[in-house]
């Protein structure tokens, strides 16, 4: 086999110490510190797992705000019924479920279409649950009773996204990984080659929804007031796909480093200037898109060094300007 | 499965709207044959070869493997049962290394297939194509011609028993067509693998292979050995025909009958 089996020590490593950091965290950070880094944690999970299926086969999802919101409704509805993990478990599979559906529906399609067609569905069961809500049970929201303490969430949502990472350590390096990258360089080419990619794909979407689903469910408790309007937010599913892009979509460490990035920006800009931190998130993507196509993931020491040989070449090509000059 | 050809194709037709791009092509291959593929620009060799590998599915007619109906079946089937295939413009996975390119075809439809010792693994099938030194190099960094070479490495990778190339040949040099013919009749002589090769220089071809198609217009005009089909004169007319309103690469049929048969 020749699988990539090269620096798997070296990932676990990485992922062992900052969850160890994390898990410490509580015990000498301050409460904004805690609740910073469980919204660091939050997309961190969403943009890890999401990279983990559409940032290697590129199929670019904008679902997860469906996913995320489907995990948050069945926690919202089992909570008083099931135990806590039961229900997190159970948003990842009914998340999962509605991915195989969906995804039997449009991942046969690429590029824009599938885009724009798994936003629309994300819509759709919006509004779907917008309309339920209003006419089987009365309510435009609804107020979570029993939740866990702040501490089992933050727990569980560390949990989800060690998993997460965990998964997209260990699926890069198997049959599985191989296939999604396979359908991402030539997906036609790769079912010439053997591989089902309609199975792939299947389950690498429902691998994408499960995470998704499950962050869902255990943010709900944290919020607990939710109705569709928040947690089938399009913005959530937005803001993961740039997380992701920023962080270099293909990188295992990528979308975890722009997690953290934008979680600072998130905490610490929102609250009080909301303009500047939309438009610092528009910049980050417009400079990542056009230096930094490969993510911040793929910065290295020369890439400074070529950016700088790129600005001179061009200041000079300002000052010198081209014999073409007079053409047209 | 004896008595069943490899693979069969009865009445196969494509169609692209009002085109008829493959027109009830009836053909058979058995094991160890050595198949060219002929015909003038259009003629439907691609698109017939697309069918054969499960890309495109087929308006009309049937496809069996081994006496296994595979019509309509996905690509991926095809490969399980055998088949595989190059591309005309090399489909490599531009990102991964020549080796990765090579194991993908192991791990996939190639995994748990008995195999020839030629191609055991990742290291001999390199040996096999001749591309062990640049294994480590990614896949979009080795010259076109190589890429050719990794694209017959990739199809392999499947063990195949039927490979179908699709202009292996085209765009490269007299010694390196000599290289990649002798290749082709190393792979089927001491693999037993069938190979349908399609090739657009047609003296090339008749070189080296045992028997020839000739599709015209999505129809097979003709299938025998390459002495018959050079003189036959539905063959003939194809591309004299087509030589009136063709540039000069399609002279082969003059230059096929100066020299027949070379092999």
């Avoid at chain 1, 779907?128 to 049970?137: I, L």
Wanted: proline share 3%; charged share 15%.
């Amino acid at each position: 086999m020749l699988l990539n089996k090269k620096l798997l020590g070296r990932d676990l490593l990485v992922l062992f110490a900052l969850v160890g950091w994390a898990l410490a965290l509580p015990l000498y950070g301050s409460e904004f510190a805690v609740s910073m880094l469980l919204t660091c944690l939050m997309y961190v999970a969403l943009s890890s797992s999401w990279g983990l299926f559409c940032g290697s086969t590129r199929y670019l999802s904008l679902a997860t705000a469906a996913f995320f919101g489907i995990g948050a409704y069945t926690s919202a509805l089992m909570l008083e019924h099931l135990p806590w993990l039961v229900v997190i478990a159970l948003g990842a599979l009914v998340a999962a479920a509605v991915a195989l559906v969906m995804g039997a529906a449009v991942l046969h399609l690429r590029g824009t279409y599938f885009a724009v067609l798994t936003f629309g569905m994300t819509e759709l069961i919006r509004h779907a649950v917008t309309t339920f809500e209003k006419m089987v049970t009365g309510t435009v929201g609804r107020v979570l009773m029993v939740v866990p303490d702040r501490n089992t969430i933050y727990l569980t949502v560390l949990g989800i996204a060690t998993l997460a990472v965990l998964t997209s350590i260990l699926v890069r390096r198997s049959r599985f990984g191989l296939a999604m990258a396979g359908i991402g360089s030539d997906e036609q080419r790769a079912q010439t080659l053997g591989v089902n990619t309609k199975l792939v794909k299947m389950g690498g979407f429902a691998l994408t929804a499960a995470f998704a689903g499950a962050v869902g469910a255990a943010m709900a408790t944290r919020w607990t007031y939710i109705d569709p309007a928040t947690v089938f937010n399009p913005f959530i599913g937005f803001q993961t796909v740039l997380i992701a892009l920023i962080g270099g979509a293909a990188t295992l460490w990528g979308p975890l480093l722009a997690a953290v990035v934008f979680s600072l920006l998130a905490e610490t800009l929102r609250l009080q200037v909301p303009q500047a931190y939309m438009v610092g998130l528009g910049v980050l993507l417009i400079l990542s898109v056009l230096y930094l196509p490969g993510g911040l993931a793929s910065l290295r020491w020369s890439t400074f060094g070529q950016w700088r040989d790129d600005t001179r070449a061009w200041w000079k090509a300002l000052r010198e300007p081209g014999p073409k000059e007079g053409a047209t | 499965m004896n008595g069943h050809a490899l693979l069969e194709a009865r009445d196969l037709t494509v169609r692209f709207g009002g085109l008829v791009a493959v027109d009830a092509v009836s053909a058979a291959f058995a094991a160890g044959e050595l198949v060219g593929i002929i015909g003038p620009n259009g003629a439907g060799k691609t698109t017939f070869f697309n069918a054969l590998s499960g890309v495109q599915v087929p308006s009309s007619g049937e496809l069996f493997a081994q006496g296994r109906r595979l019509t309509g079946a996905a690509p991926h089937r095809y490969a399980a049962q055998g088949i595989a295939r190059t591309f005309q413009t090399p489909r490599v996975f531009a990102e991964l290394t020549v080796a990765a390119n090579i194991d993908f075809g192991l791990q996939f439809a190639g995994r748990g297939r008995k195999a020839s010792w030629l191609l055991k693994d990742t290291t001999s099938i390199l040996n096999l194509i001749g591309l062990s030194a640049q294994a480590e190099m990614p896949a979009a960094a080795v010259t076109p011609s190589q890429q050719r070479l990794l694209e017959i490495g990739m199809a392999l990778a499947t063990r195949p028993k039927l490979l179908l190339l699709d202009e292996v040949a085209a765009g490269l040099t007299e010694a390196e067509v000599d290289a990649m013919a002798q290749l082709i009749r190393r792979l089927r002589d001491e693999l037993d693998l069938t190979v349908i090769w399609i090739e657009h220089a047609v003296t090339t071809l008749l070189r080296y292979v045992e028997r020839v198609i000739v599709l015209h217009q999505g129809q097979l005009i003709a299938d025998g050995t390459p002495a018959e089909v050079v003189r036959n004169a539905q063959v003939i007319e194809a591309y004299l025909g087509d030589e009136i309103d063709a540039d000069h690469e399609a002279h082969p049929a003059h230059e096929a009958r100066r020299e027949p048969v070379a092999a």
